[in-house]
């Protein structure tokens, strides 16, 4: 989820923590309940600052060990020990549990939305994206704003919340009947299907989907349960080309391939260079496929320029990529 639907979790689980009778009872423990929520409901990003350096780094790594099982712990038992030193005489056992839960949640419904995390290392690197929920989801949101706004107007905030993630509970289980239907109306549609990658969008009864047949790769949109394509590309390998074969040694293309299941590639031999280029299909804009990565080479295939990210004109990623027009 979005950082912003992040902090109203932690808010939300601080005013939860108020059900459970030693916090509830302490309030020098509850005020140290609800730090340490806000900063579990935060901490797995704290990938992000990787952008700083480039965004094959963040690629790579966004969502994956900090998001980990091992991380799950470390966490907890890290912010734990911070907030002990601040609140010396709390119940120690009572804040890491409360800590562990914010930690636990901000995990568990990353893996909702399209693009997932790592949750399964050690074991292993598999993406685990169920695809139900937009990273920001408007309704969860304001669900979670309403709550806050009740708690001002003197409502319990224990109860408050409790009621309020027992409707998301429901809206959840609504999301995953979406995708079953969507799903069933696309086998019903397309010949050979293989898999069915969806993307919720901002809208309740729109989504984006991403289709893999045996012949081709559909992209479509699924909108008030109707099926609508929009691009169709031949399923073609990726050959042993030799630029492909320099270029996947890039950075930024190999954080590309290790993130996304269902691309497109192309090959450009210009003049004085070639250009590589792979193409997620998820990620459709106003007719644009904005996440690429792209790998310029001279004609002695050393790589000149490359660029990995989200990109929404040709003009830009020239720019970005400081190259030779093509």
């Known amino acids: 989820m979005d950082t912003g639907t992040h902090i109203v979790m932690g808010v939300a689980l601080g005013s939860m923590a108020t059900l459970d009778p030693v916090v509830s009872h302490d309030p020098v423990l509850a005020h140290a309940v609800l730090i340490g929520a806000l ?5 797995p990003d704290i990938d992000t600052v990787l952008k700083l350096k480039n965004n094959a780094k963040y690629i790579r790594n966004h969502r994956g060990i900090t998001h980990s ?37 901000h995990v568990f419904v990353d893996l909702f939305n399209a693009y997932g995390t790592q ?35 003197g409502a319990h905030p224990g109860y408050t919340f409790l009621a309020i993630y027992a409707i998301l509970v429901g809206y959840y289980v609504v999301r995953f009947r979406q995708q079953v239907a969507i799903k069933q109306a696309v ?3 397309i010949p050979n299907v293989e898999q069915i990658i969806t993307v919720p969008t901002f809208r309740f009864r729109e989504w984006h989907l991403a289709i893999t047949a045996k012949d081709y790769f559909y992209v ?12 169709t590309f031949e399923r073609c390998p990726v050959p042993a080309h030799p630029a492909i074969e320099v270029a996947k040694r890039d950075e930024n293309l190999a954080a590309f391939l290790s993130f996304s ?6 090959v450009n031999e210009y003049n004085d260079h070639y250009e590589v280029r792979f193409t997620d299909l998820r990620y459709r ?11 310029q080479l001279d004609r ?10 989200w990109i929404f004109s040709e003009g830009k990623l020239r720019k970005k990529l400081e190259l030779i027009p093509s």
Do not use: C, M
């Open 39 to 43: 900063a579990g409901s935060q901490i």
């Open 119 to 153: 949750a399964l290392r050690p074991f292993t690197k598999k993406w685990v994206a169920f695809g139900v929920i937009n990273t920001f989801d408007p309704i969860i949101f304001g669900l979670h704003l309403a709550g806050i706004g009740l708690l001002f107007l």
């Open 69 to 105: 099982i091992p991380a799950l712990f470390l966490w907890p038992l890290l912010l734990t020990g911070v907030l002990i030193y601040f609140y010396p005489d709390v119940n120690v056992f009572h804040l890491w549990l409360w800590i562990s839960v914010a930690v636990w949640l």
């Open 300 to 309: 002695d295939l050393k790589i000149i320029s490359s660029y990995t990210g």
């Open 285 to 295: 804009s106003k007719g644009y496929y904005p996440f690429v990565a792209v790998v």
């Open 187 to 189: 086998q019903q549609q």
């Open 220 to 231: 479509a949109r699924a909108k008030n349960g109707a099926i609508h394509l929009l691009d």
């Open 261 to 266: 299941p269902v691309y497109r590639w192309e």
